[in-house]
């Protein structure tokens, strides 16, 4: 199974921008359909956008569209959250999440769809 690391959170201003990377120490992640998660204290884990294995179907929270995108290098074996414009509703812990590529589930990008997930990296939008 995937143990998925996340990176690159950090503090950055409104309007700024951050590159989120998730990553995996055991089975390489091109075997997974992966997901980016968030959740601030208090209200429910949300899906940021979800993508299949082979990267050629994504989606992503109407709140995000335009200034989100993921990727995937797959020689690089690593996911990418390029995140721009940001906003302070932007704010919190992003968590990457997989599931198995048959399992993938084009319509819904949400948690309880993903099995394995990493400890999250913190995002603050803030001035």
């Known amino acids: 199974q995937p143990h998925l690391v996340e990176s690159g959170g950090g503090l950055v201003q409104p309007g700024g921008s951050l590159t989120l990377t998730c990553t995996s120490s055991?089975?390489?992640?091109?075997?997974?359909?992966i997901g980016w998660f968030r959740q601030v204290p208090g209200r429910e884990r949300e899906g940021v956008t979800c993508?299949?294995?082979?990267?050629?179907?994504?989606q992503y929270a109407d709140s995000v569209k335009g200034r989100f995108t993921v990727s995937k290098d797959r020689d690089r074996d690593i996911v990418t959250l390029q995140m721009n414009n940001l906003e302070s509703e932007d704010t919190g812990t992003y968590y990457c999440?997989?599931?198995?590529?048959?399992?993938?589930?084009?319509?819904?990008?949400?948690?309880?769809?993903?099995?394995?997930w990493g400890q999250g990296t913190e995002v603050t939008v803030s001035s």
């Open positions: 993508m299949s294995s082979s990267g050629a179907r994504t």
């Open positions: 055991g089975h390489r992640l091109n075997y997974y359909a």
């Open positions: 999440a997989a599931v198995d590529a048959v399992q993938y589930n084009s319509m819904y990008c949400r948690p309880n769809l993903y099995h394995y």
